[in-house]
Structure formats: structure tokens, C-alpha cells
Nanobody, 125 residues
Framework: QVQLAESGGGLVQAGGSLRLSCAASGRAFSSYAMGWFRQAQGKEREFVAAISTLGISTYYTDSVKGRFTISRDNARNTVYLQMNTLKPEDTAVYYC??????????????????WGQGTQVAVSS
């Protein structure tokens, strides 16, 4: 079993940056593909980014390509989401999630077995 804890959210002005972290406890962190999702108020949870077990492959939703970067440090059991050039439409609760490698499409929430509690990101205009 894996427990996930996000941190790094906050309030930032448009054009600013934030770095989210997701610390994992439990065994075999490197056997999980990791993803970031977000959910804005009144909207469905949406895929943001994902990274393969060893960090070789990364995936992004179109709206964050070129602005967000997902990375991981398996020695520290942590996955990161560097968010640059933030926009008001990036405002949401951000969740990290863990998927057993090969479980399915990394863009689908149903692929992920474990979820964190979320961290709020608010971007003011």
C-alpha cells in the first residue's frame, strides 16, 4: 500500500510559479507510475501530467505543455510538479496519484489505485 501527501500549493499571481511535491510512504515507490490531476470547483477531475516508473517517459495534457514539468526522485520517494507561467484557469485542487505500472492509460483517473488528499492552488489575475 502507498500513502501520498501533497504539499506546495498556495496563492500566486498570474505568470508566477509553484512547485508541488508529493511524498510517498510505503514500499516499492519505483514500481508505480505517478500522475497529477486537478479538480476545479464545480468541474470534474482532470488529468494534468504523468511520469513512468523510472522517469523516462512523461505525459501532459495540452493546456499545460511547455509550462508544467513533472519529475520524480525515486531515492526520495517523491514526485514533483513544477508549474510556471500560471494562469487563473490553473486554479484547482491538485492531487497526486499512484498507478501500478501497466495498469492502463495514465490519463484516466480509474488507472490509479492510490490518491493523496490534494493541495489547493489559486492563481489570481
Amino acid at each position: 500500500q502507498v500513502q501520498l501527501a501533497e504539499s506546495g500549493g498556495g496563492l500566486v499571481q498570474a505568470g508566477g510559479s509553484l512547485r508541488l511535491s508529493c511524498a510517498a510512504s510505503g514500499r516499492a515507490f519505483s514500481s508505480y507510475a505517478m500522475g497529477w490531476f486537478r479538480q476545479a470547483q464545480g468541474k470534474e477531475r482532470e488529468f494534468v501530467a504523468a511520469i513512468s516508473t523510472l522517469g523516462i517517459s512523461t505525459y501532459y495534457t495540452d493546456s499545460v505543455k511547455g509550462r508544467f514539468t513533472i519529475s520524480r526522485d525515486n531515492a526520495r520517494n517523491t514526485v514533483y510538479l513544477q508549474m510556471n507561467t500560471l494562469k487563473p484557469e490553473d486554479t484547482a485542487v491538485y492531487y497526486c496519484a499512484a498507478s501500478i505500472a501497466g495498469s492502463g492509460t495514465l490519463g484516466a483517473p480509474s488507472t490509479y489505485r492510490y490518491w493523496g488528499q490534494g493541495t489547493q492552488v489559486a492563481v489570481s489575475s
